[in-house]
């Protein structure tokens, strides 16, 4: 069994930054992949930005986001943090955390088997 618990949310102005983090407890942390999703108010849960497990790990981003969000892992402290540069106010979210077991990375919110409670980011324009 494995807890995701998200942080670092909170208000930011458009082209301003966050940092989210997420914690995980349980084993094997380093073998599982890691992602983020959103969802915004009336809108599905969409993808982010995922990374799969291992020391040459890949990184995947959602269009939207490409070259503004950086993804990267800590499996010494068991945290897979959100780095968000140049915000916008579409990037106005509820986000969430989440743990692949069989290290997949994938896209769609089906792969992942554990999620966190989610960490509200909010951009004003």
């Known amino acids: 069994q494995v807890q995701l618990v998200e942080s670092g949310g909170g208000l930011a102005q458009a082209g301003g930054s966050l940092r989210l983090s997420c914690a995980a407890s349980g084993r094997s942390f380093s073998s599982y992949a890691m992602g983020w999703f959103r969802q915004a108010p009336g809108k599905e849960r969409e993808f982010v930005a995922s990374?799969?497990?291992?020391?040459?790990?890949?990184?995947y981003y959602a269009d939207s986001v490409k070259g503004r969000f950086t993804i990267s892992r800590d499996n010494a402290k068991n945290t897979v943090s959100l780095q968000m540069n140049s915000l916008k106010p579409e990037d106005t979210a509820v986000y969430y955390c989440?743990?692949?077991?069989?290290?997949?990375?994938?896209?769609?919110?089906?792969?992942?088997?554990?999620w966190g409670q989610g960490t509200q980011v909010t951009v004003s324009s």
């Open positions: 989440a743990a692949d077991y069989l290290g997949r990375a994938g896209r769609s919110s089906s792969y992942y088997n554990y």
């Open positions: 990374l799969s497990w291992g020391s040459d790990a890949i990184t």
